[in-house]
């Protein structure tokens, strides 16, 4: 049986790497993971993620002081391949054909993947500036070694969100839903059967972000956005009724399997301790479509006590969930001077 790219790389390192590098400096402090991009990173790897990008590759972190030398070193000796894989290659972003083995320092990989340090403590504005790809980029990947423990403590402080930008970000996403869920109906009502079905996916994708934000877990980017979301133990559930919506054939069916959905994510908000209604839809104004409740965001906000959270924007929360420009989302430099 083939390895998964993670399996790969943990091999790679215990029967290739590690015995160079601790051969040459004995008690050397690193660790070394699978992290960064790469749809092995989360274990979603299959036999198509094999035609770019996809190999030996592996994170050796390091002190400062030797990365320089531990990468020119392995660029001398590691051997040509490994488990009939080619140890260097060119990928999407390299035309360079060379070894994979990302030398670099704890500090330095999560900075390069997140655009703020995380070893020091993180402001509202750099949290809101993560995307949970970004996030994921550190913390979803397997370890294999770690000595002082330096990544672990790095991963440690990404698991979540401060507990008043997590109710702040949840809050973004019901302002969010609300500020479409009635044109599903406006739309279809006016023959516009296209226009209906944009805005449905639209918000059937605000809403597995927020089933994700609810128990808890960084979601990951669009591709992965479904598989991710349909794994969640209990927000999960709404998949079928997302589905329903999606596939219906009518905005009345449409917008049902919408609201259902909001149902459920509001049951599970209130499972997980933040408030929330018996009920986040109600008619819209006289029409004969439906909207969520001012209460269910009202009541979020309500619970928030940090005045710098408090003072920020309704309906705007985190950069994934402001903007879906790819360009933006996915380099940290760029994310960072939007906030």
């Not at 109906?185 to 996916?201: H, I, P, Q």
Request: with cysteine.
């Amino acid at each position: 049986m083939d390895l998964t790219g993670t399996e790969l790389s943990r091999t790679y390192f215990e029967q290739v790497v590690e015995p160079l590098v601790r051969g040459r400096w004995p008690g050397l402090p690193c660790a070394s993971a699978r992290l960064g991009s790469g749809s092995d990173v989360l274990g979603l790897d299959d036999a198509m993620s094999r035609d770019h990008d996809w190999g030996l590759r592996l994170n050796l972190l390091v002190p400062a002081g030797s990365v320089a030398e531990i990468d020119a070193h392995l660029a001398e000796v590691l051997p040509a391949t490994f488990a009939g894989h080619p140890v260097r290659f060119a990928t999407t972003w390299d035309p360079v054909v060379r070894h994979r083995v990302q030398v670099q320092t704890a500090r330095d990989l999560a900075v390069s993947r997140l655009g703020v340090d995380p070893t020091r403590d993180l402001d509202v504005s750099d949290w809101l500036s993560l995307t949970g790809q970004a996030v994921l980029e550190v913390t979803g990947g397997e370890v294999f070694a770690d000595d002082v423990g330096e990544l672990d403590g790095i991963r440690r402080r990404l698991a979540w969100y401060p507990d008043d930008v997590w109710r702040h970000v949840v809050a973004t996403g019901w302002a969010r839903l609300a500020q479409e869920l009635p044109f599903v109906g406006r739309t279809g009502e006016r023959g516009d059967d296209l226009g209906s079905r944009v805005v449905a996916a639209r918000l059937a994708g605000v809403a597995m972000h927020l089933g994700h934000l609810l128990e808890r877990r960084w979601p990951p980017y669009a591709k992965w956005l479904g598989t991710s979301f349909a794994q969640l133990p209990v927000a999960g559930t709404a998949a079928a009724s997302l589905q329903a919506a999606l596939s219906s054939g009518g905005w009345r069916e449409r917008e049902s399997g919408l609201v259902d959905a909001l149902r459920l994510l509001a049951r599970v908000q209130g499972g997980v301790g933040l408030p929330s209604v018996d009920d986040p839809v109600e008619p819209f104004w006289g029409r004969p479509y439906r909207g969520v409740r001012a209460a269910v965001v009202d009541l979020l906000e309500a619970s928030i006590t940090d005045p710098v959270v408090r003072a920020l924007p309704r309906g705007v929360g985190s950069v994934e969930q402001w903007s879906d420009n790819v360009d933006v989302l996915v380099h940290a430099a760029r994310r960072r001077p939007l906030r």
